[in-house]
T-cell receptor, first 116, second 111 residues
Framework: GAVVSQHPSRVICKSGTSVKIECRSL??????MFWYRQFPKQSLMLMAT?????????EQGVEKDKFLINHASLTLSTLTVTSAHPEDSSFYIC????????????FGPGTRLTVL | QKEVEQNSGPLSVPEGAIASLNCTYS??????FFWYRQYSGKSPELIMF????GDKEDGRFTAQLNKASQYVSLLIRDSQPSDSATYLC???????????FGKGNQVVVIP
């Protein structure tokens, strides 16, 4: 099946630093990648959608200058949380979609970010 | 109104019983509906998807879709302790493949 990896799985950083999270599709070409955030005991909230080679589309209320998304290839997307603050501590999950399965998304294992 | 609503609280079922989960959605244009299972600290994993009105069965799981009522449900037959998890309903938004998730229902299967 379609496999998506994320790195790192867990990161702890100081307030004010930037953190980059990588999302890779291992056995398929992810024409579209999605980034979600999940706070404890809450559901997944879509942050942005990115298509390979073009700018990401951000959901309402998500700051594009704070959450930088790059989707430079069909197998790699990155999310950079700039100047992270404690309120950015969350579980960040990416997913990939492909043209061969247009209605499905394949989720990565997630990245737990803790900002001190 | 939220795009996807799952209003039931935690559901406790004895092992071997049927667990029933419900979900309503607001966008009449939605065409694709998904049920995900999420274990604590893990990312969601797809259980099944349904596109057409009616029932769809996959092993112990049955999804039911009623587009007129904007309602989708999931039945888990012969519940097992390993089924204890949070179940998330997800719906395509605006006819594209962006997903809106419900807040989830926690299921606890009691041995």
């Amino acid at each position: 099946g379609a496999v998506v990896s994320q790195h790192p799985s867990r990161v702890i950083c100081k307030s004010g630093t930037s953190v980059k999270i990588e999302c890779r599709s291992l056995d398929f070409q992810a024409t579209t990648m999605f980034w979600y955030r999940q706070f404890p005991k809450q559901s997944l909230m879509l942050m942005a959608t990115s298509n390979e080679g073009s700018k990401a589309t951000y959901e309402q209320g998500v700051e594009k200058d704070k959450f930088l998304i790059n989707h430079a290839s069909l197998t790699l997307s990155t999310l950079t949380v700039t100047s992270a603050h404690p309120e950015d501590s969350s579980f960040y999950i990416c997913s990939g979609g492909s043209q061969t399965a247009p209605n499905e998304q394949f989720f990565g294992p997630g990245t737990r970010l803790t900002v001190l | 109104q939220k795009e996807v609503e799952q209003n039931s609280g935690p559901l406790s079922v004895p092992e071997g019983a049927i667990a029933s989960l419900n979900c309503t959605y607001s966008d009449r244009g939605s065409q694709s509906f998904f049920w995900y299972r999420q274990y604590s600290g893990k990312s969601p994993e797809l259980i099944m998807f349904i596109y057409s009105n009616g029932d769809k069965e996959d092993g112990r799981f049955t999804a039911q879709l009623n587009k007129a009522s904007q309602y989708v449900s999931l039945l888990i037959r012969d519940s097992q302790p390993s089924d204890s998890a949070t179940y998330l309903c997800a719906v395509n938004m605006n006819g594209n493949n962006r997903l809106a998730f419900g807040k989830g229902n926690q299921v606890v299967v009691i041995p």
